[in-house]
C-alpha cells in the first residue's frame, strides 16, 4: 500500500521503512506499527492537507508533532503518529529532499537508519549512496564510573521526595516522582546495564523498558514486580521501599562487573531518612468550617 501511493504521488520522492519492521528476526506481531519516512518535495502541502492520512483506512486518531527544524543540520521537518480503526498505526516522518541529501551525505548514518531501514521506493536514486545500517544504533554502551555513580546519586535524590508526599497523602506528585523521576530514567537503566552484561552490550532495549520482562531472569522480574502498586498509600510506601532495595541489588552487580564500588552509606542514610518519615506521625485533619447561613 505504501509503495503503490508513494509511486503515484508526485510529491513523495522516497520512502523507507525503519524500526522493529526492519530490522531482521525482530519481534514483529499485529499490533506492530509501521514507522515510515517520507523524502518529499516539500513538507508544507502534507501538513496544511491533512487528507492524505485518509489513504491508508479510517482514521481513529492522530498525533502531529510541530514542524520543527532538525537538530543536525537545521532544515524542517515535521511527522505524524496516525491510528487507524483497522488496527494500523504508522509514524510518518516527513523529511524535505534537501534534508535526506544532507543526511546521506554525513560521516555517520542517522541513527534512527543504523537501527535498521529499508527502501521501500526511491525515484530519483536518492539511496544510492547510502551504507547499510549497523543494527547497533541504540545498544547501550558500558558505563563510565562517573554515569554510574550519578544514576545511583539521581536515583537516591528523589526517594525523599517521593516519602514526605506520601506522608502528606499527595499521591499526585509521589506517583510522578516514582516513575518519572526514579523508575525510567534510572532504575530501568540500571537493569537495562544488567542485561548487556550478560549478552555482551548486543541487545537494543525497546523504548521506555519494552523487551525488559523477555531478557530479566524471572525471579528478578518478579521483584520488578513488586515495585508497582495501585493507589493506595500503603502499598506505595511498599512500592517505594521495594524500588530502593531492588536498585541497591542491581547497582550492586553492575558494579562489581566493573569494579566500581556502591555508596552503601549514601543508600543507607537516605533509606534511613525515608524510613524516618514514613514513622512520622500524621496530623489529624482539620474539619472544615461550616458556613455561616
Same mark, same amino acid.
Given at each position: 500500500m505504501l509503495i503503490d501511493w508513494g509511486s503515484a504521488h508526485s510529491l513523495v520522492r522516497a520512502i523507507l521503512l525503519t524500526s522493529t519492521r526492519a530490522?531482521? @528476526? *525482530?519481534?514483529?506481531?499485529?499490533?506492530?506499527? !509501521?514507522?515510515? $519516512?517520507?523524502?518529499? #518535495?516539500?513538507?508544507?502541502?502534507?501538513?496544511?492537507?491533512? &487528507?492524505?492520512? @485518509?489513504d491508508f483506512g479510517e482514521i481513529l486518531v492522530v498525533y502531529w508533532d510541530p514542524i520543527h527544524s532538525n537538530t543536525t543540520f537545521g532544515i524542517d521537518q515535521c511527522g @505524524?503518529?496516525? #491510528? !487507524? *480503526?483497522?488496527?494500523?498505526?504508522?509514524?510518518f516522518t516527513l523529511w524535505p529532499v534537501e534534508l535526506f541529501q544532507q543526511i546521506v551525505a554525513a560521516p555517520v548514518l542517522d541513527a534512527e537508519l543504523d537501527a535498521g531501514y529499508r527502501v521501500l521506493l526511491d525515484k530519483d536514486r536518492l539511496t544510492d549512496a547510502m551504507p547499510a545500517p549497523t543494527y547497533t544504533a541504540y545498544?547501550?554502551?558500558?558505563?563510565?564510573?562517573?554515569?554510574y555513580l550519578s544514576i545511583i546519586n539521581d536515583f537516591l535524590s528523589s526517594a525523599p521526595y517521593v516519602a514526605k508526599c506520601l506522608w502528606r497523602d499527595d499521591l499526585f506528585p509521589a506517583r510522578w516522582c516514582l516513575e518519572a523521576d526514579m523508575r525510567h530514567p534510572?532504575?530501568? #537503566? =540500571?537493569?537495562?546495564w544488567r542485561i548487556q552484561i550478560e549478552h555482551g552490550w548486543s541487545i537494543p532495549i525497546g523504548n521506555l523498558g519494552k523487551?525488559?520482562?523477555?531478557?530479566? %531472569?524471572? +525471579?528478578?522480574? %518478579?521483584?520488578? +514486580? #513488586?515495585?508497582? &502498586? /495501585? %493507589?493506595?498509600i500503603a502499598d506505595n510506601w511498599a512500592?517505594? $521501599? @521495594? =524500588? =530502593? *532495595?531492588?536498585?541497591?541489588?542491581? *547497582?550492586? +552487580?553492575? /558494579?562489581?562487573?566493573?569494579?566500581y564500588v556502591y555508596p552503601e552509606e549514601l543508600h543507607q542514610r537516605v533509606c534511613a531518612y525515608v524510613q524516618e518519615i514514613q514513622r512520622l506521625e500524621r496530623p489529624q485533619a482539620k474539619p472544615l468550617r461550616q458556613q455561616q447561613p
Open positions: 530490522i531482521p @528476526n *525482530a519481534p514483529v506481531d499485529i499490533l506492530s506499527d !509501521y514507522d515510515v $519516512i517520507l523524502v518529499v #518535495q516539500d513538507i508544507q502541502p502534507f501538513v496544511l492537507d491533512r &487528507t492524505w492520512l @485518509n @505524524n503518529v496516525t #491510528q !487507524y *480503526a483497522s488496527g494500523l498505526k504508522i509514524d545498544t547501550p554502551k558500558p558505563p563510565s564510573s562517573e554515569a534510572f532504575l530501568r #537503566q =540500571m537493569l537495562e523487551g525488559l520482562k523477555k531478557h530479566l %531472569a524471572p +525471579e528478578l522480574w %518478579a521483584e520488578v +514486580e #513488586q515495585t508497582f &502498586t /495501585g %493507589a493506595d512500592a517505594l $521501599i @521495594n =524500588m =530502593m *532495595a531492588l536498585f541497591r541489588r542491581v *547497582a550492586r +552487580e553492575v /558494579g562489581d562487573h566493573f569494579g
